[in-house]
């Protein structure tokens, strides 16, 4: 669990990680179902998990709702002498995915504040009209009241000074 503060707004994420094993299947498909931001995240230093990013895409596409936002992470940015996934095809993916792309290193703390910064924004703007609903109506003056503010009297003690600009 962490809190982040986005456009003034603090929202509380919760984050959990398979780390791609094929024990953690079966449960992340559960996961999946009720997930409004998911990483597919790779390790540049092996291509091997490149390939895999594919399947989990396909899973989330699957198992996650319509809707759901995700980022593709390619990961341990620190390790460019390992390097064996190319930042460009790392982007490509991402296009052909419509997805943001990050390169991020945990070791180093590259990209990671960020990343989550963005996919936080990402599951935000996708729920923008609950939020507003949840802040309450607009608090836009009815027709009625403006023809009887009409009515008073400018300047008069009893009528509160308003603008209706």
């Known amino acids: 669990m962490k809190t982040i503060e986005v456009d003034g707004i603090k929202v509380r994420i919760q984050i959990w990680d398979t780390a791609g094993q094929e024990r953690y299947q079966t449960i992340t498909k559960q996961y999946y179902r009720r997930a409004q931001g998911i990483f597919l995240v790779y390790d540049i230093s092996s ?16 198992y996650a709702p319509d809707g759901v936002q995700k980022i593709l992470i ?13 930042k460009e095809q ?9 997805m943001d792309f990050y390169e991020t290193s945990a070791c180093s703390n590259l990209n990671i504040k960020e990343s989550f910064t963005r996919l936080t924004e990402l599951v935000l703007q996708a729920h923008r009209k609950e939020l507003d609903e949840l802040r309450g109506p607009p608090r836009a003056p009815t027709l009625a009241r403006l023809e009887e503010d009409e009515q008073q009297p400018l300047g008069s003690e009893d009528t509160p000074k308003t603008c209706w600009c």
């Open 47 to 62: 291509e091997r998990s490149y390939q895999h990013i594919v399947k989990w895409a396909s899973d989330v596409d699957e």
């Open 74 to 86: 390619g990961n341990k940015a620190d390790e460019e002498h390992k390097r064996q996934v190319p």
């Open 90 to 98: 790392g982007l490509q993916l991402a296009r052909e995915y419509g």
